[in-house]
């Protein structure tokens, strides 16, 4: 998709994609911050962000049922009460997340150390899930005589 620069406000850039005929407001590391029809939009929008968000680097973790996922808490929305949390490797769903300050899930951390030290326990868990898992499924391929369409027809 080709995109082309319109603008630039309060350290916001607006590009316009043709193929999709939205402009889009891009923060200062290009990532995609909203999608709008007009650039009037986009340029209130860019307004509405520089008023209530709040630049901040916090090494975090994000814990979201029985996963969990280092990286950073780059900024604050007091205003939506969201924070955007940026993952320290690409996931499926993308290198970032908008995530509600009072969610229910997921939960963002403090990366202290008692903390990773949590992360690393949950991750040999994992581990030991996943081996159990492997030893149930083995089991059940050791059993015989097994009742299907064949029993019958012999």
């Known amino acids: 998709m080709t995109r082309v ?24 590391e290009g990532n995609d911050v909203e999608k709008g029809k007009t ?6 929008e860019a307004d509405r962000l520089a008023k209530h968000l709040s630049k901040v680097s916090i090494q ?8 969990s996922s280092m990286g950073k808490v780059t900024s604050y929305d007091l205003g939506d009460n969201s924070m955007w949390f940026v993952f320290a490797e690409k996931t499926t769903r993308g290198s970032r ?8 899930y997921p939960h963002i951390y403090e990366a202290t150390p008692h903390n990773l030290e949590l992360v690393k326990k949950t991750d040999n ?9 492997g030893e149930i499924e083995s089991t059940n391929k050791q059993f015989e005589k097994r009742i299907d369409a064949s029993y019958f027809n012999s």
Do not use: H, P
């Not at 975090?60 to 996963?67: F, L």
């Open 5 to 28: 620069k319109i603008s630039e406000r309060k350290g916001y850039t607006i590009w316009y994609e043709a193929y999709t005929r939205a402009f889009i407001l891009c923060d200062s």
């Open 39 to 44: 650039q009037d939009a986009m340029e209130a």
């Open 60 to 67: 975090a973790i994000k814990v979201s049922n029985s996963y």
């Open 97 to 104: 997340e908008k995530v509600g300050l009072d969610s229910g």
């Open 125 to 133: 868990l994992r581990s030991k899930i996943e081996e159990l898992q």
